[in-house]
Every structure is written in structure tokens, then in C-alpha cells.
């Protein structure tokens, strides 16, 4: 079946305007993460979803960063105002379920670039 | 804080020897860790896996190995393959069992 998809693949914007980046989870997949990969660091979480329960936006770096997740399905991963500290690829995963460990599915990346 | 630590960000092993790629960690609640594949322009891929209660796990190829004691574990790839060149990341998660917290990744280059 079709892997975790994400759009765009890159996205170049310039300082100050907003982006919106898509995730299309696993279909069945209840659980849904946002990461992002800054350059030459590890993957940092960033905001999970659960089914209809709300979403742990623990990792969101400032308020400038928002994401919602329609019908239990697609994601949105909002960042206003773009800096371009911003930069860096935007990974979405999913999992069958939250609890527990779950192996979590990893889509391509959405390499934004805040010029 | 990075919480996950991987210290070597760069590996180079010949075709059929070993490759040996090693992870620390700092919290003593994670309790699952993964190892996670990613070839460039992609997204990570699963590996393997290994739980607390185990220090060894082995799947073909790719074998884990949990010092829990040590807070260290390593992922052990034999025979190494031109195939397996990729960066390797790390990743730990706690009793909530969601977020991963992931390391910055050993990039293994397997040469023929």
C-alpha cells in the first residue's frame, strides 16, 4: 500500500511570508508526528496527534508554528511569519496507534528554505 | 538537551567486514530503541528495534546490542554491503511510547 506522503517535496519562501506543508498518513494510522531535521542535527519532534484526542504540540519551537490534522487524516503544518532559522526538512510519520511503541513511517520531507 | 547521542558522525568499512555503529543515552526512562536508515531524499526507514528488557536483538543481517547499565547501544552490521551506505540514526523513546528522540545520525559509507 501507499507509504506516508508529504508536499511539497521543497518549498522556497522568503523571510516573513508563510508555508503551509501536507502529510498524508498511512490510511489506518492513528498517530501522526511532525519532525523537523536542521542541518547536521538529529530529527527533533516537534507535534503528535492521536486520533481525536488533543494533539501534544510540546515540541512546537514558538507560536509561529501551528498544525491541525482534518477528519483524522491529513495534516497541516503551518509556520508564519518564516525566519530563516525555519530551514530545514520537515518530516511527517505515522503509526498504527500512539501507545506503546509503535514502529513509526516516515514520509520523503518537505525541505523548506527561508531565504 | 540532546538526550540521544550518537558521537561518530562519520564511518567508513569495507565490503564484507563489520560495521559497528554505537548510541548513548542520557535518560534512564527510555525503555525502546530503534534504529532508523535514511538515504538521501528520503525519509527514514526502520531497521530495527529493541526493548528494555532485552539486550539482544538480531534480524538477518543487523543485530542490536543494549548495555543498559552503560546507557549504550550499538548496532552491529555484518557482513557490510555498498547497499547499507546511509546515515544511521538512533532513537530512544520513553514510557509514553510517542515522540522519538533521535540522535544526529552516523553516516556509514561500505566501500567495494
Known amino acids: 500500500g501507499a507509504g506516508v506522503s508529504q508536499s511539497p517535496s521543497n518549498k522556497v519562501t522568503e523571510k516573513g511570508k508563510d508555508v503551509e506543508l501536507r502529510c498524508d498518513p498511512i490510511?489506518?494510522?492513528?498517530?501522526l508526528y511532525w519532525y523537523r531535521q536542521s542541518l547536521g542535527q538529529g530529527l527533533e519532534f516537534l507535534i503528535y496527534?492521536?486520533?481525536?484526542?488533543?494533539?501534544?504540540k510540546s515540541g512546537l519551537p514558538s507560536d509561529r508554528f501551528s498544525a491541525e490534522r482534518t477528519g483524522g487524516s491529513v495534516s497541516t503544518l503551518t509556520i508564519q511569519r518564516t525566519q530563516q532559522e525555519d530551514s530545514a526538512v520537515y518530516l511527517c510519520?505515522?503509526?498504527?496507534?500512539?501507545?506503546?511503541?509503535?514502529?513509526?513511517?516516515f514520509g520523503p520531507g518537505t525541505r523548506l528554505t527561508v531565504l | 538537551d540532546q538526550q540521544v547521542k550518537q558521537n561518530s558522525p562519520s564511518l567508513s568499512v569495507q565490503e564484507g567486514r563489520i560495521s559497528i555503529l554505537n548510541c548513548d543515552y542520557t535518560?534512564?526512562?527510555?525503555?525502546?530503541f530503534l534504529w532508523y536508515k535514511k538515504y538521501p531524499a528520503e525519509g527514514p526507514t526502520f531497521l530495527i528495534s529493541?526493548?528494555?528488557?532485552?539486550d539482544k536483538n538480531e534480524d538477518g543481517r543487523f543485530t542490536v546490542f543494549l548495555n543498559k547499565s552503560a546507557k549504550h547501544l550499538s548496532l552491529h552490521i555484518v557482513p557490510s554491503q555498498p547497499g547499507d551506505s546511509a546515515v544511521y540514526f538512533c532513537?530512544?523513546?520513553?514510557?509514553?511510547?510517542?515522540?522519538?528522540?533521535f540522535g544526529k545520525g552516523t553516516s556509514l559509507l561500505v566501500t567495494p
Open positions: 532513537a530512544a523513546s520513553g514510557n509514553s511510547g510517542y515522540a522519538l528522540n
Open positions: 510519520a505515522s503509526s498504527l496507534r500512539g501507545t506503546g511503541h509503535n514502529e513509526q513511517f
Open positions: 535518560n534512564s526512562m527510555f525503555d525502546y
Open positions: 529493541i526493548s528494555s528488557i532485552k
Open positions: 496527534f492521536q486520533g481525536n484526542s488533543a494533539p501534544d
Open positions: 490510511s489506518g494510522h492513528t498517530a
